[in-house]
């Protein structure tokens, strides 16, 4: 094999190579991608159990119940049109309280509650996630 | 008066950047000998920068609220290493350390660098001039960090908590350090593109530049995670957060450009493809930097919000990236074909690590893109998160452990399977002797984890081997130093594995003096009390740990309030044994009056950065190793 050739196979093969990575890495994301939703776009998309997904919202006034465990928290997030009952057990952000934002990770259970494994509140203004600035803004706006 | 002699050096070293540039492009046209000009005026624009640097610390210290990144940023209650980190815990202070680190590595190119030829090192110089000035320009123009504020406010509205640790100390600085380094690497590509000159002798050169970056780079990341994994109180050492992944991807190139400038340096082989990474890897911490300072993140990273930045800095990445893409596209050409090489050999390992690097690249620059192209083109919001970087990953990362095996037992240009297969019997035989009783002990394993121990036993074994029947006192520094940092990344592997396959949680609310089992351990509630920091209060739990019954330890977790500015954190208490870490998280008061309690027992998880240390200990044994023994060719040089 001469140089040349050994050249073209190289570059032959890092083409391949990457070409194989983003076909890889773009099946991975059809599959893993977490979606934003917010209540009512859950409800119209209905999403199927088990899909990871993110939902934004407001918490309802008076949905937020602690289980006797003390460590499950039930609520319920709006965004003015449809509602989510949610279940979460872990510690609750500090700034988590009703009729205030949050964004809940997790996937809806088959019974049609949704099973939140992280929860990120609203924070305070100047460390607020954009991407969560965002969505409070849309639902703060829907609710007046 | 100090903020305006900062402003003032800034400008100054931005005027001799331009100098710098000047210089080395008439320097290029072949007017005289410019070397010796443009090497003062390096050093002078790092030393005006660093000027400039040192007197925003002095702000911070002295708490000068009018100026408004100090009263933005400052408190007079902090304690004084958080006035003092908290200089780069904000936008415009750690884009001057950006720039003054830009600024020093062209300073110790142009001061140090006296194997590359002249000309190729004149264009180096002058490319990194380039760099800075974009940087020097976005310093001036949109990030201001001496902007007065008229009237001075009576306090300053402090830090983010989160970021009040000694971790700020140390972790920007060395991530910096480790990012910024790397523009050497970028500067010596264009430089030797522009006076065609990429060979052995070029690699030599930038070898050790590129090693140094690459050390840091892997401290920075460590101490990052580290710092993370304790502060957050998540118990997670890793989120694949998009921030995490900007500092992982210029790792992931820095790590490929390494290896493959060995392979130029010693066989002078893959000339055009190791010009390329070293392009590649500081366009990644580019992409880093616009990802993490425009604000596009979600994060504690990205302190402000502001578009104009963001577009600044992509005007920036995109004139950079693109005109040194350019220049290659227009050069390789003209680069020699390099030396050839039998597929069976330590080149052809090492080229099966580059494509698979370069791979585990592709992966995380899409999962980390994806979101920001989707959402502008589509609207659609969305997160990529673990399973995907793990789905897409992970197996790869495994053919590159074994590839990481196999490599260092291939001799150069040609070598037998054969011999390969003899060599690796050990290996091979304590990972199928992990497999057998990683299966036995824990049957119900996940298939990552499983392998991923395997893989960390064949290959910590076969990390060692290239030491097998060697003279150890004889051994090269540098064989050490790969030695060292393939076992590191074994034992990291394993720490990940044992962490993710092995971790006890429990989650429960407890009365006090009730005690909790997790993992082996019996933890005890004994008291909660209020106390009183600096510039927070909290509520601490005090908790008994004990492994057998007999002996007992003290944690005690916290729950602070900061009022500067209003913010509540969760400081976890950690208690590290020789076999793993007690994690312990106190929550919520509930109205019945018990504690929620979140406790973690996880086994070896400490391998992780140990591991990670043990590959920037690695990096710097090769690092002393390649420069002493290039000492000592140039002394024998002299007397020969």
């Known amino acids: 094999m001469k140089a040349k050739h050994q050249r073209l196979v190289l570059i032959l093969l890092a083409f391949a190579a990457m070409i194989g990575a983003v076909l890889l890495a773009m099946s991975a994301l059809k599959d893993q991608a977490a979606y934003f939703y917010t209540p009512a776009d859950a409800v119209r998309a209905r999403i199927e159990p088990g899909r990871a997904v993110r939902l934004g919202g407001m918490v309802a006034d008076k949905s937020i119940i602690r289980d006797p465990d003390g460590v499950t928290t039930r609520f319920v997030v709006t965004d003015g049109q449809e509602t989510v009952a949610v279940r979460f057990k872990g510690i609750t952000p500090d700034l988590f309280k009703e009729n205030s934002g949050v964004v809940a990770d997790g996937a809806f259970a088959p019974d049609g509650a949704f099973i939140a494994t992280n929860i990120l509140a609203k924070h305070d203004e100047r460390y607020m996630p954009p991407q969560v600035a965002g969505e409070m803004h849309e639902t703060k706006s829907l609710e007046r | 008066m100090i903020a305006e002699a900062g402003l003032a050096a800034l400008w100054l070293a931005a005027a001799l950047a331009a100098l710098q540039l000047f210089l080395g492009a008439s320097g290029l046209r072949g007017r005289g000998d410019m070397l010796a000009a443009v090497r003062p005026v390096a050093v002078a624009q790092a030393a005006l920068t660093m000027l400039a640097f040192i007197l925003l610390i002095v702000l911070f210290l ?202 130029l340096a010693t066989r002078d082989g893959l000339r055009a493809w190791t010009v390329m990474l070293a392009v590649v890897a500081f366009s990644m911490s580019m992409v880093g930097t616009f990802l993490v300072r425009s604000g596009i993140l979600t994060s504690v990273h990205a302190f402000a919000v502001d578009p104009r930045r963001g577009s600044f800095i992509l005007v920036l990445l995109a004139l950079y990236i693109g005109g040194a893409l350019a220049l290659f596209a227009a050069r390789v050409g003209t680069v020699r074909e390099g030396s050839r090489f039998d597929p069976v050999s330590r080149e052809g390992a090492l080229v099966v690590n580059n494509l698979l690097l370069s791979a585990i690249l592709g992966i995380v620059l899409v999962g980390t893109l994806y979101p920001l192209i989707a959402e502008s083109l589509t609207g659609e919001k969305l997160s990529v998160g673990a399973p995907y970087f793990n789905a897409a990953a992970g197996p790869i990362a495994l053919a590159l452990m074994a590839a990481m095996a196999l490599g260092p037992l291939l001799r150069w240009g040609r070598d037998q399977l054969r011999a390969l297969a003899r060599r690796l019997a050990l290996p091979l035989l304590l990972a199928a002797a992990a497999l057998l009783a990683t299966i036995l002990i824990a049957p119900g394993i996940d298939i990552l984890p499983l392998l991923g121990l395997v893989f960390a036993a064949g290959v910590g074994a076969a990390s060692l081997a290239p030491l097998w029947k060697r003279n150890l006192r004889r051994t090269p520094l540098f064989t050490w130093g790969m030695v060292i940092a393939h076992l590191g990344v074994a034992v990291s592997v394993a720490g990940m594995a044992s962490e993710s396959a092995f971790t006890k949680e429990t989650l429960v609310s407890v009365r006090l003096g009730e005690m909790v089992a997790v993992g082996g351990w019996g933890v005890r509630l004994e008291k909660v009390e209020p106390i009183a920091g600096p510039n927070w209060t909290a509520v601490q739990g005090t908790l008994t740990a004990t492994p057998d019954g007999v002996s007992s330890y003290t944690l005690t977790p916290q729950a602070r309030a900061f009022w500067a500015p209003p913010t509540e954190t969760n400081e976890s208490a950690i208690l590290s044994r020789w076999n793993g870490q007690l994690y312990t998280v106190l929550g919520h008061k509930t109205e019945d009056g018990r504690w929620q309690l979140r406790l973690w027992w996880k086994p070896f998880v400490t391998l992780i950065w140990a591991g990670g240390a043990l590959i920037a200990l690695g990096g710097a044994l090769a690092l002393i190793g390649r420069l002493r023994r290039e000492h000592r060719a140039a002394v024998r040089e002299v007397w020969a």
């Open chain 2, 62 to 263: 002295r708490v000068d609220l009018s100026v408004a990144l100090v009263a933005a940023n400052d408190h007079s209650a902090k304690p004084w290493l958080y006035k003092f980190a908290g200089t780069w815990g904000n936008h415009e202070g750690s884009m001057l350390m950006w720039v003054t680190i830009l600024a020093v590595a062209g300073a110790g190119v142009a001061l140090l660098e006296r194997r590359l030829e002249q000309r190729t090192l004149i264009a180096t110089l002058a490319a990194q001039a380039l760099i800075s000035l974009g940087f020097y320009a976005f310093l001036l123009f949109a990030s201001n960090p001496f902007a007065r504020l008229d009237p001075a406010p009576a306090e300053g509205q402090g830090l983010n908590p989160l970021l009040q640790d000694p971790g700020l100390a140390f972790h920007p600085p060395t991530l910096y350090l480790g990012y910024v380094g790397l523009s050497v690497a970028f500067s010596f590509a264009v430089g030797a593109l522009v006076t065609r000159d990429v060979g052995p002798a070029f690699a030599r050169a930038m070898r050790p530049w590129v090693l140094a970056a690459w050390i840091m780079l892997t401290l920075g990341i460590t101490a990052g995670s580290y710092w993370a994994y304790y502060e957050l109180g998540w118990g997670g050492w890793w989120f694949w957060d998009p921030v995490e992944n900007a500092s992982l991807m210029p790792w992931l190139a820095a790590t490929a450009l390494l290896h493959s400038v060995t392979v």
